[in-house]
Structure formats: structure tokens, C-alpha cells
């Protein structure tokens, strides 16, 4: 269901090795930024690396930019890939936050969505997280998936109650082209439905503010203090560098990609060629129009910009503020 570049997992350790030497030399080849204050290791399965090589990449890091004073370190973990030696690893080769896969916390449901895990390894994992350090502790939930009835929507809602996380994020499942799921939609299975999504939606963002949560995006949900760093830099517009198979950039005005296939990715690291599948250099307009659109993500929205105020007197523009969707106010639109 994620629309992730992919490796077969049969891929061997000293495989993880010679990827890990590519990423560490692509960092190189990027001039230095400035400072880093936050460091992402997202988009796909980054657990199943070993903390060593991770750190390396920690490292690279910091020995190219520069690390702000309280530079928030962020790993995807999914559960099956943890132990408390593992946890404590990776705070030692720098982490400071933690965003656990956890999908579902009905047992059945994740057995739909091919997930390795059961639902006792989610709490498991934040427990054992807080005692080895990490300050900040993330859950993601998937909401809407057609074999997830409302007994097992309760059984999630109600256990995401009780872990004591800092941050929740909650996605709606979505049928992304050519993935297994797109296939056996294709092929007749149920679809998500976009009604009992929304309700799922609210009912979870209403648990959440019961939590101490509050809203601060579309799909995140924090406690003070605990926003994620790159994800509100992601839709406020922000620059950040990229590295990595299927990694995004955007810096300078100019948004680049790198090749989602492993060996057209190393082969261009091994030619000494930053290993890029496009770029596009964004325009004034462009960038304002970008700008108004990730704001929207917002809670807090976006400044109302000229671009704004034309979207705002347009006619569809007009259709969302007059339905609610859309508010203006003051000098910012959300």
C-alpha cells in the first residue's frame, strides 16, 4: 500500500554495507547547507539496518553541515524490527525520536495488510523506547482499510489511548497504482471507503485532543513541544537535502529526485555522479503556488500571499470559503 521504492528483503547484510558506502558518499558530494536541525530516516523500512550503519550516516552528516545544538534525529521503526539492545544502539549512535509502524492494533487487520508484527509489540517497543532515551515517541495508525470493521477500529482506538506517545499520525488508506493492493481491487476485492474514512478521521482526532494531542497538520497530531521538525519544515516550504534510493530534495528553489532503482542508483554513486532521476528549477509563481498548497496541510495555515488572495476571488476558490473549507484569517489563510 506505500508507493516506496523497494528492494526484495532477501537483499544480504553486506548488501545494507554497500549501500550505506553510497549514501555516506553521496552526503559528500552535496555542498554544505548550514546547519542541520533535524535529520529524517523515513520512507520505507530504515529499522532494518543496523544501528552502526545508520550512525555512519549520522556522521556524514554532521561532518558536512553541521548539527544544530538540539538537532532532532528521527528513525521509522517498524516493530518486529526491535529489542531494547537495538533501541539502545541507536540512541547511542544519535536518535532522539522514534516513529513506530503500528498501522493497526487489531490483530486480524494486520494480517490483512501483510504486517510482521502483533499488536502487544507496539506498546512492547514504546515502553522499551522511553527507557533507553528517546525523548519524543511517534505512532503512525492507518485508518479506512475495507477488512477493518468498527470492533476493530475501537480495538485501535482505544489502544493508541493507552501507550503515552508524544506524536500520532494517521494516514487513510490509499490505493496507490501499481501496488499488490491496486491489483486485487482491480481484480474485484472491497475498496476503501471514503465516508467511513472521514468518520474514522474525526473520531481519532477526537481522541487524540482527549490525549493532550492537538492537530497541527493534516495527519499529525502532537503534544506541546513534540511536533516533528521535518514534517512541518516538508509543508512549510522549507529547504532540505536529500540521499538516498527514491530520496527528494529541495534547495535553492530547485525540487530534484533521486533513481528509485538500486542499481541505476549505485552504479551513478560509483561513477563519481550524483544520482539523480530529475530536477525542476520552481519559478516565482511556482514557489508561491507550492507554497499555498503545503500550507494548506497546515492547521496554522499559510500566509495570504498575493497567490492566496487570487485563489480566494477565484470561482473555486470562492466555492471552498463559502463551504467552510477554506477560512481566511487576517493575514493568513487556512
Given at each position: 500500500y506505500c508507493d516506496f521504492a523497494i528492494v526484495d528483503e532477501s537483499v544480504s547484510v553486506p548488501d545494507h554495507r554497500r549501500y550505506i558506502d553510497a549514501v555516506v558518499t553521496e552526503i559528500a558530494m552535496e555542498p554544505g547547507i548550514g546547519r542541520l536541525d533535524a535529520v529524517d530516516f523515513g520512507g520505507g523500512?530504515?529499522?532494518?539496518?543496523?544501528?552502526?550503519?545508520?550512525?555512519?550516516?549520522?556522521?556524514?552528516?554532521?561532518?558536512?553541515?553541521?548539527?544544530?545544538?538540539?538537532?532532532?534525529?528521527?528513525?521509522?521503526?517498524?516493530?518486529?524490527?526491535?529489542?531494547?539492545a537495538f533501541g539502545a544502539a541507536l540512541v547511542e549512535a544519535g536518535c532522539t525520536r522514534i516513529s513506530i509502524g503500528a498501522q493497526s492494533l487489531d490483530g486480524a487487520v494486520l494480517g490483512v495488510l501483510g504486517r510482521l508484527h502483533v499488536p502487544a509489540d507496539v506498546g512492547r517497543v514504546v515502553d522499551e523506547a522511553r527507557c533507553v532515551g528517546?525523548?519524543?515517541?511517534?505512532?503512525?495508525?492507518?485508518?479506512?482499510?475495507?477488512?477493518?470493521?468498527?470492533?476493530?477500529?475501537?480495538?485501535?482506538?482505544?489502544?493508541?489511548?493507552?501507550l503515552g506517545i508524544d506524536l500520532l499520525s494517521t494516514y487513510a488508506l490509499t490505493v496507490e497504482p501499481g501496488t499488490q493492493l491496486s491489483?486485487?481491487?482491480?481484480?474485484?476485492?472491497?475498496?476503501?471507503?471514503?465516508?467511513?474514512?472521514?468518520?474514522?478521521?474525526?473520531?481519532?482526532?477526537?481522541?487524540?485532543?482527549?490525549?493532550?494531542?492537538?492537530r497541527y497538520e493534516v495527519s499529525n497530531m502532537a503534544a506541546p513541544g513534540h511536533t516533528c521538525r521535518y514534517n512541518l519544515a516538508t509543508w512549510a516550504h522549507a529547504e532540505y537535502v536529500g540521499f538516498?534510493?527514491?530520496?527528494?530534495?529541495?534547495?535553492?528553489?530547485?525540487?530534484?529526485?533521486?533513481?528509485?532503482?538500486?542499481?541505476?542508483?549505485?552504479?551513478?554513486?560509483?561513477?563519481?555522479?550524483?544520482?539523480?532521476l530529475?530536477?525542476?528549477?520552481?519559478?516565482p509563481d511556482q514557489q508561491e503556488r507550492d507554497r499555498l498548497l503545503l500550507g494548506l496541510?497546515?492547521?496554522?495555515?499559510?500566509?495570504?500571499?498575493?497567490?492566496?488572495?487570487?485563489?480566494?476571488?477565484?470561482?473555486?476558490?470562492?466555492?471552498?470559503?463559502?463551504?467552510?473549507?477554506?477560512e481566511v484569517d487576517g493575514d493568513r489563510i487556512r
Open positions: 523500512t530504515p529499522s532494518r539496518l543496523a544501528p552502526a550503519m545508520l550512525g555512519r550516516v549520522i556522521d556524514a552528516l554532521a561532518e558536512r553541515h553541521g548539527f544544530a545544538d538540539d538537532v532532532e534525529v528521527s528513525l521509522e521503526v517498524n516493530p518486529e524490527d526491535w529489542d531494547r528517546f525523548t519524543s515517541i511517534s505512532v503512525d495508525v492507518m485508518l479506512g482499510h475495507p477488512f477493518e470493521d468498527d470492533s476493530a477500529w475501537k480495538v485501535t482506538l482505544d489502544g493508541v489511548a493507552d491489483r486485487e481491487v482491480l481484480d474485484g476485492a472491497p475498496a476503501p471507503d471514503d465516508d467511513t474514512q472521514a468518520d474514522r478521521y474525526e473520531e481519532l482526532s477526537e481522541r487524540a485532543s482527549r490525549m493532550g494531542l492537538v538516498g534510493l527514491g530520496a527528494h530534495d529541495h534547495v535553492d528553489g530547485v525540487r530534484s529526485r533521486n533513481h528509485r532503482r538500486l542499481d541505476r542508483y549505485l552504479e551513478a554513486i560509483d561513477a563519481g555522479e550524483r544520482p539523480r530529475g530536477s525542476e528549477a520552481l519559478g496541510r497546515l492547521a496554522a495555515g499559510t500566509p495570504m500571499t498575493a497567490t492566496a488572495q487570487r485563489f480566494v476571488a477565484s470561482p473555486g476558490g470562492a466555492r471552498f470559503v463559502d463551504a467552510g473549507i477554506v
